[in-house]
């Protein structure tokens, strides 16, 4: 929470940013908003007031379930629901897995709203924001249903596993696959860097894989290294 500020209160769970969100929204303007900044803007918006949709539902889904629900901070690498469910795989489960479904639930509905959009014609601004939402809505879901700790997905597979095994062991594996999956995009981040060619083929900027494959990295090997000790 150092370095925080309080953005809004909704539904009962403060919205904090950390002032390094700023410091992102600065430095991919200057690479991607110097054509046409007011879309700039209103695309990083969006995306970020998807990443608040996601955490929210993190949020309700594990008050549902009866656990504590702190709040939610926003910084460069996305978005972060305190949330604590209770110690049961069926409450982890569920908790984890409502932050990919609320993106899922917004494909549908972006998709409806661009057909409707070129069935009465709207102009090439809207199409290109409401093909943004889809896309970006995909890009969120794929990316945190992958089974790689701290991912969504990852910690679902923990969830599953805790069913069959003791959650330490459970978080050592969805841990370890963490570590190879974190390694991996740094590699492709770096190689995409080096080789512009390459870097057009991935999904994000080659740095941006880069710095999230390393989060993800030290992420999972604590975690591991956490889990390890307990087994």
């Known amino acids: 929470m150092s370095g925080s500020w309080r953005i809004f209160r909704a539904l009962g769970i403060d919205v904090y940013v950390h002032w390094s969100w700023f410091i992102a929204l600065l430095i991919f303007f200057q690479l991607f908003g110097g054509d046409n900044p007011a879309l700039f803007l209103l695309l990083f918006g969006t995306l970020f007031g998807v990443v608040v949709l996601h955490e929210y539902g993190h949020a309700l889904a594990c008050r549902s379930v009866g656990g504590h629900v702190g709040h939610i901070v926003l910084w460069p690498l996305g978005g972060i629901a305190f949330v604590q469910p209770p110690p049961r795989p069926s409450a982890l489960l569920w908790t984890i897995a409502a932050g990919p479904l609320v993106n899922l639930a917004l494909i549908p509905l972006g ?22 939402f889809v896309y970006i809505n995909i890009l ?47 590699a492709f981040g770096l190689i995409g860097h080096i080789n512009p060619e390459i870097g057009r083929t991935l999904p994000i900027t080659p740095l941006w894989m880069a710095i999230l494959g390393a989060f993800i990295t030290m992420e999972a090997y604590k975690t591991f290294l956490m889990a390890k000790n307990r087994i």
């Open 111 to 132: 998709i409806g709203a661009l057909l409707a959009a070129g069935a009465v014609g709207a102009g090439e601004a809207i199409v290109m924001y409401l093909n943004w």
């Open 140 to 186: 969120l879901f794929l990316f945190n249903m992958i089974p790689a700790y701290p991912l969504d997905g990852g910690q679902i597979l923990q969830a599953v596993l805790w069913y069959f095994m003791p959650r330490a062991r459970a978080i050592s594996y969805s841990a370890a696959i963490g570590l190879g999956f974190g390694g991996l995009m740094v």
